[in-house]
């Protein structure tokens, strides 16, 4: 898969052109800062057209790794306040709202 065709997979994934590029940064910062990890490669893989994020969410490699993923935002998120939950949202909408 090229460029165009990695593209075209992550927007009809996302639903838009912006939450494409959202992901398809939090894909490049995984890959960059995740070293050898398994999430690592799973960016990896997708950001190179190795696999498509549908066979990510079907694949029970990625299953676990994904889940403690989850669980340690889980356990982040529960220890913000109101306040910063609701700065990292208006964070987050003005990003997307910008493109940027």
């Known amino acids: 898969m090229d460029d165009d065709q990695v593209e ?3 927007r009809n994934f996302a ?3 912006t939450l494409a590029d959202e992901l398809k940064r939090n894909l490049e910062k995984l890959r960059d800062y995740g070293g050898d990890s398994p999430l690592a490669e799973m960016a990896r893989g997708v950001l190179e057209g190795r ?3 549908r066979e990510v969410t079907r694949s029970a ?9 989850m669980d340690r935002f889980g356990e982040y998120d529960a220890q913000l306040s109101e306040e910063q939950r609701a700065q990292m949202l208006r964070q987050a909408e003005e990003r997307l709202a910008h493109g940027e």
């Open 51 to 53: 696999m498509t994020l």
């Open 8 to 10: 075209q997979e992550l």
């Open 61 to 69: 490699a990625f299953a676990v790794p994904l889940s403690a993923a």
């Open 15 to 17: 639903g838009s052109r």
